[in-house]
């Protein structure tokens, strides 16, 4: 019997890497995570493989790497946060650029050239036509957004010189839990807003903070497009079925095409939990646009993608069950 085909995933142990790692399993192939730990989890991968170190390590990747021989690998391992990009764009350069640029020299050291890229809607900056397209101009306006589209660019390149051939997915607003309740975000700390307002709901935190209600929209807060973590991780599953068939280097968008405000985001929560949720006012956040929704009608046209859980209320009611599981946890702890 032939061995299952392994596909190494970067960050596994994080939130959609960790997604991620369950839908590959439970699509015949082996995952193989490596993680830092600095922000994953290890019991959120308990059942897989787990090499603990740096992708930026070339010896240590090298190992991995020559042990697994996989046939590609998955970046899910990246800083993430706007608003400490802005203040700390060092860590942002090393840990989003520079560390990639090693991983891909690693790889191709060891004759793995397929590659798929967790990017970001930061890349766009502020939008100049919603929904937004891939062909949208490519402005963005943090160190987040700079170093990932620096990571784009740089993928473009080792394409023509060495043949590396990748897709990167430019996500839009990652959310929801699976709907089996096991695994969801858990960040520390946490800057997402589904999971700051089930935080509110569940009673571990007073209120949640609307950063800004004067913004150019309908309503005055900041409007996301919320994509479900499961529709996520089926588009890298569908990417890496079209890097298996030959295709070349391209981007993606990967959203819903539905935006949804701060405080439409709020009253759904309200309305799935059956809490009162207490909300601030807060001043508007650096590099913070005020609208980003997709157009991912490439994604669903070249890639065969059809998101299942586009309904707002679905999303924050997959993410309400994972909070009061993690909520009974914590109480347990």
């Avoid at 996500?171 to 858990?186: L, S, V």
């Amino acid at each position: 019997m032939n061995p299952s085909p392994t596909v190494v995933v970067a960050g596994g142990a994080g939130y959609i890497g960790s997604h991620m790692v369950r839908m590959l399993r439970e699509n015949g192939l082996r995952p193989v995570v490596v993680d830092n730990l600095a922000t994953g989890h290890r019991d959120a991968v308990a059942q897989d493989i787990l090499e603990v170190g740096e992708i930026g390590d070339p010896v240590f990747m090298g190992g991995v790497l020559r042990k697994y021989r996989p046939q590609c690998v998955m970046h899910f391992a990246a800083s993430s946060l706007v608003g400490e990009s802005v203040g700390n764009p060092g860590k942002y350069w090393r840990n989003n650029l520079v560390q990639t640029l090693n991983l891909l020299d690693t790889m191709l050291e060891h004759g793995v050239t397929q590659f798929i890229f967790s990017s970001t809607a930061a890349t766009y900056g502020n939008p100049v036509e919603v929904p937004i397209p891939e062909r949208h101009p490519t402005q963005p306006i943090n160190p987040y957004g700079h170093s990932k589209l620096a990571v784009e660019y740089a993928l473009q390149d080792y394409s023509q010189a060495h043949g590396l051939r990748s897709i990167s997915l430019r996500y839009f607003n990652a959310a929801g839990a699976h709907p089996d309740g096991t695994i969801g975000e858990r960040h520390e700390p946490e800057t997402h807003l589904i999971p700051l307002v089930l935080q509110v709901a569940s009673g571990r935190r007073e209120f949640v903070s609307r950063f800004g209600s004067q913004h150019a929209t309908r309503d005055g807060s900041c409007v996301r497009d919320y994509i479900h973590v499961q529709d996520l991780c089926a588009a890298h599953l569908l990417a890496l079925r079209r890097l298996e068939a030959g295709a070349a280097t391209t981007v993606y968008n990967l959203g819903n095409g539905l935006g949804h405000s701060v405080n439409q985001v709020i009253e759904a929560a309200r309305r799935v939990t059956g809490h009162a949720i207490p909300m601030r006012d807060d001043p508007p956040r650096a590099g913070d646009p005020p609208v980003l929704v997709a157009d991912a009608a490439r994604a669903k046209q070249e890639l065969g993608w059809a998101p299942q859980y586009e309904d707002l209320d679905t999303i924050i009611a997959h993410a309400w069950q994972w909070e009061r599981r993690l909520q009974q946890v914590l109480q347990a702890a």
